[in-house]
């Protein structure tokens, strides 16, 4: 049974910083990698930045040298450090944890919106 709670979304100024966090009930899943998603209104879901079980991480174009995604060591917590954010950048944040079957699971989403 997994359970994935975001929090930390919020309405921010272009150049603003935010930081958003998943709290990750995972009991019994050997995770392969967290990270996380996005979806912008009309769009589709697309990948942001995800860490694997082993440290490495990976991000989609459009945010490399501006967000930052970390875990702890007890993979309880996945958080996404987004720093010179862009109005380009709103949509809703999905975290997301992939079990060793390659089995995703999501959680309900947080709203991030930048103004300009």
């Known amino acids: 049974q997994v359970q994935l709670v975001e929090s930390g979304g919020g309405l921010v100024q272009a150049g603003g910083s935010l930081r958003l966090s998943c709290a990750a009930s995972?009991?019994?899943?050997?995770?392969?990698?967290m990270g996380w998603y996005r979806q912008a209104p009309g769009k589709q879901r697309e990948f942001v930045a995800r860490?694997?079980?082993?440290?490495?991480?990976n991000y989609a174009d459009p945010v490399k040298g501006r967000f930052t995604v970390s875990t702890d060591n007890a993979k309880t917590t996945v958080a996404l450090q987004m720093s010179s954010l862009k109005p380009e950048d709103t949509a809703v944040y999905y975290c997301?944890?992939?079990?060793?079957?390659?089995?995703?699971?999501w959680g309900q989403g947080t709203q991030v919106t930048v103004s300009s």
């Open positions: 860490i694997t079980s082993g440290g490495i991480t």
């Open positions: 997301y944890v992939r079990n060793k079957l390659g089995f995703d699971y």
């Open positions: 995972a009991s019994g899943v050997s995770i392969n990698a």
